[in-house]
């Protein structure tokens, strides 16, 4: 079981922003071998991408971009799901 879950309310705010944003095509969670919890996402555009997110113990939450060099910090999910929208422009 992962270490660190993204919660439920994290989860419908996520799948929400996912609804609303058509740039964002597909989305996966999956739990890897070191039990992180990871929100996988592909997003559309003039530069196709996959964005993991995380959260962090004491550091609030991750998003790296597998495509190329990429990653953001942030206190609070909302924030991230904001740079990750506005980095996918």
């Not at 919660?7 to 799948?15: I, N």
């Not at 996966?28 to 997110?53: A, E, F, Q, W």
């Amino acid at each position: 079981m992962a270490k660190l879950m993204f919660t439920a309310e994290e989860l419908a705010l996520f799948q929400e922003r996912f609804e609303e944003n058509k740039s964002w095509v597909q989305w996966v969670r999956v739990t890897n071998k070191d039990g992180l919890d990871i929100l996988s996402l592909d997003i559309d555009g003039r530069h196709k991408k996959t964005v993991r997110m995380t959260k962090k113990e004491g550091q609030g939450y991750l998003a790296k971009s597998v495509d190329e060099w990429g990653l953001a910090v942030a206190n609070d999910f909302e924030s991230l799901l904001d740079t990750v929208d506005s980095g996918a422009r």
